[in-house]
């Protein structure tokens, strides 16, 4: 399977936005599609948590929690 | 299963997302006429009303937990698909009402489909319409109901609209479940679950294939597949290679596209919406402003609870006292008296004299859930939570557990990872519930001089200072535990944040009414008794005992020159310790001297087991200012007074009162709480570790403290 150029979520910065292109845990990818975040979705890292370690994201017009190793399966086109 | 009539009981499950707005249409739909249960098996709270539509026999309408999709990763959930996939089960639905968010119906129609395709005659509940109006939404109600080939009904169950049209629908559907049947699946199982599905699809009592590929998926927990069953779908997943997870998000991806195109053809968004979610979080979710706001927010809220709480507190225990001097002068002196007075009255009161603050803490605390605040917090705290092996979730049982830790155990549920959740109820008692309260008010005046430094009083520095020790002892123990157990098992937060929203106030009515209810006749049940069987020990004792001790103190008042009320305590005292009461305390006397206590705290210490509220009571009891009700100044002065009779210095001197005080934050003293942590942990270790380990850590504190300050 070829490899686009698609970097993990979890190496942006606060502000940055991307589409989502797949996942690369299946595990964490079951949990993330039934709240909504899927592919071709629209992501943006709103802020980082106090404490580090989560970060309030937008997805589309929905706002989630997600931790930094939740993020780093979530791959940006 | 097709009816050709209605069957005399019809079920309608009602059944929706997280944050559906499920709760308040079951609240509208069936008000005050709700049965809180538990779910056959689980210890879900289950809530089911009545519903009466036109002619029709009356319907059970139950309320399921909110669930994403028939993938579950948390009890909640996971009693949904046990329940949807059980169709000889008591509570599987004659039809569904499935709940959508309107503003987010692109996630919620996820769980629809699937429920769909189980072949459940359906009406689809487009809740929030009065969004519509404010945000600029459009949706074509039509349209939509054509492509999804079900009813749809939109309602405001914030502002009550639609109810008629909703209750219209589903009267036609009950009268008529065949109609409303799906035609076509929205999703047929696909080549990776093909060849598993083949081999299993005869095996399995499945209503349709797709009904056979989720007890595939899930045979191994579902309760009601039987062991040989499992075993066989075990053998066919084997030998078909078939992956689960793959499966799994390979089905929702594929019902994601198909359901896409439908929404995007029926619901127009006006332009960004949620700019004032967004503006109000960019400060309560900033990184260093939010967990300040939240620690004012919580001042505020126990600052709050004493404020407002003192005058019902007042007069509740004005009535009960008014009321038991009535009856005294009502019934002739004797033992009935006594027991209707010191015994019923004086235990009604004790359960009673709670009530508004348990009322005000669940009132605040469905505020900031209702207002979405809850999530907030959770994930505000969740980094910090983890460092201490627990969920940002836990954040939730953490504060409702300063009303009561019953509803808090309960609350954690929703934590998906069964380690967090364990640590979470296991520390969740010690954090400073109401029943506390009233020994920190007595002990304190005993512990604490009554002044103040720079308009700071010193009593209530130290209240807040044990409000501190417990909760910084629960986040010690969780770190403890987290050292000690191990698990490989994933741990996610993953948390929506729902738009702000102001609280629906019938739904807030409904749940404080619900609690305090709850804690009326549950906790009520176990003081009232020991109240009644204290008041047995303490008036009862051996025969030759009994008499000597009246003898005894005939001659003390004679020698002293007492009469009236001094000759009564007299009498009084010198009783208690000859009675079954005073032979326990003395039993336990010299197990508990090390801390500092003497046999009347022993009894007041051992009554408290069952439930810690019963302490002022006991006391009450004890020092024989029973007729007095549960005044707390009353007792105080008669305990000031209290001497040793030793040392002839008083018993509730600085350094017993801080033991005891100690004691009282650390020990597990709820047989409540331990029944609800045998429940929800699903056997006796972990309560018995609980008891020991919360109990343990007050013996030894206490003693430490007593050692250091005597």
Redo the contacts between chains.
């Keep these: 399977m070829p490899f686009p150029r698609s970097t993990a979520a979890s190496n942006f910065a606060a502000g940055m936005s991307g589409t989502i292109d797949r996942?690369t845990n299946?595990?964490?990818?079951?949990?993330?599609?039934?709240?909504?975040v899927?592919?071709g979705s629209r992501l943006r890292l709103?802020?980082?948590?106090?404490?580090?370690?989560?970060w309030?994201v937008k997805i589309?017009?929905?706002?989630?929690?997600?931790?930094q190793q939740?993020l780093a399966c979530i791959m940006i086109k | 299963m097709h009816h050709d009539q209605v069957r005399p009981y019809p079920v309608v499950g009602l059944v929706g997302n997280p944050n559906s707005g499920k709760s308040s249409l079951f609240n509208l739909l069936t008000g005050l006429r709700q049965r809180i249960g538990n779910f056959p098996g689980v210890t879900v709270e289950k809530k089911s009303g009545t519903l009466q539509i036109d002619d029709l026999p009356p319907v059970e309408l139950v309320d399921f937990p909110g669930a994403y999709s028939c993938y579950p990763t948390s009890l909640d959930e996971r009693l949904v698909v046990q329940e949807l996939t059980n169709p000889a089960g008591d509570l599987f639905p004659d039809a569904i009402l499935y709940v959508a968010d309107i503003t987010k119906l692109d996630k919620h129609l996820l769980l629809f489909t699937q429920l769909r395709d189980l072949d459940l005659p359906m009406i689809l509940v487009l809740n929030m319409a009065d969004m519509v109006e404010t945000s600029g939404l459009q949706v074509d109600v039509t349209e939509l109901s054509r492509r999804l080939a079900v009813p749809v009904v939109s309602v405001s169950a914030r502002e009550g609209r639609g109810v008629a049209e909703l209750k219209q629908a589903i009267g036609d559907l009950l009268r008529d479940p065949a109609a409303f049947r799906p035609e076509e699946p929205f999703y047929e199982p696909g080549v990776l679950a093909r060849d598993v599905l083949a081999d299993l699809r005869r095996e399995l009592p499945a209503r349709n294939d797709y009904h056979a590929l989720l007890l595939t998926h899930h045979a191994s927990w579902l309760k009601h597949v039987p062991e040989k069953t499992r075993h066989l779908v075990q053998e066919a997943r084997v030998k078909n290679k078939f992956h689960s997870l793959r499966a799994q998000v390979d089905e929702t991806m594929t019902r994601y596209d198909t359901f896409e195109p439908i929404v995007k053809a029926t619901v127009h968004h006006a332009g960004d919406t949620n700019s004032f979610s967004d503006r109000i979080d960019g400060v309560l979710t900033h990184h260093l402003v939010g967990p300040v706001i939240f620690v004012a927010l919580m001042l505020f809220l126990f600052q709050a609870l004493f404020a407002w709480s003192g005058w019902p507190m007042d007069g509740i225990e004005w009535f009960f006292a008014t009321l038991g001097e009535g009856i005294r002068d009502y019934l002739p002196a004797g033992w009935l008296a006594d027991l209707a007075v010191d015994g019923i009255i004086a235990g009604l009161g004790g359960v009673l004299v709670f009530v508004p603050q348990i009322a005000l803490l669940f009132f605040f605390i469905t505020i900031l859930e209702e207002v979405g605040y809850m999530a907030r917090a959770a994930y505000l705290f969740d980094s910090l939570m983890q460092k201490f092996g627990l969920n940002g979730r836990s954040v939730v049982a953490l504060i409702s557990g300063h009303a009561c830790a019953i509803p808090a155990i309960m609350s954690t549920r929703t934590i998906a990872n069964w380690k967090e959740r364990l640590l979470t109820i296991l520390v969740t008692p010690l954090t400073s519930c109401s029943a506390r309260i009233p020994v920190y008010v007595i002990l304190i005046s005993f512990a604490v001089p009554d002044d103040s430094f720079l308009g700071f009083g010193y009593q209530g520095l130290a209240f807040a200072g044990l409000y501190f020790l417990g909760i910084a002892s629960a986040m010690f123990s969780a770190l403890i535990f987290k050292l000690i157990l191990k698990t490989e098992e994933r741990s996610f937060l993953m948390l929506e944040m729902p738009d702000y929203r102001s609280p629906v106030w019938r739904n807030v009515g409904i749940t404080v009414w619900q609690k305090v209810k709850t804690f009326i006749v549950e906790a009520g049940k176990i003081i009232l008794l020991i109240s009644i069987v204290l008041w047995g020990l303490s008036s009862y004792g051996p025969p030759a005992k009994m008499a000597e001790a009246e003898a005894s103190a005939a001659i003390i008042v004679q020698e002293n020159g007492l009469s009236g009320d001094d000759a009564a305590d007299v009498y009084a005292g010198e009783k208690l310790e000859a009675s079954y009461a005073g032979h326990i305390g003395k039993f336990i006397e010299p197990v508990i001297r090390p801390l500092g206590y003497d046999w009347k705290i022993g009894i007041a210490l051992f009554t408290s087991f069952a439930a810690r509220e019963v302490f002022v009571g006991t006391m009450a009891t004890i020092y024989s200012v029973g007729s007095a009700g549960d005044d707390e100044l009353r007792i105080r002065d008669r305990m000031a007074e209290e001497i040793n009779p030793v040392t002839g210095e008083p018993v509730y001197n600085q350094a017993t009162a801080w033991s005891l005080l100690v004691f009282y934050v650390f020990a597990m003293m709820c047989m409540s709480t331990l029944a609800v942590t045998k429940r929800e942990t699903g056997g006796w270790k972990w309560p018995i570790i609980q008891f020991t380990f919360m109990t343990t850590l007050a013996y030894v504190s206490a003693m430490a403290v007593y050692q250091v300050l005597a």
């Design positions: 996942f299946e595990n964490l990818a079951g949990k993330l599609l039934d709240i909504g899927r592919p709103v802020r980082r948590g106090p404490f580090g370690g989560s309030y589309d017009r929905h706002c989630v929690a997600l931790r939740e």
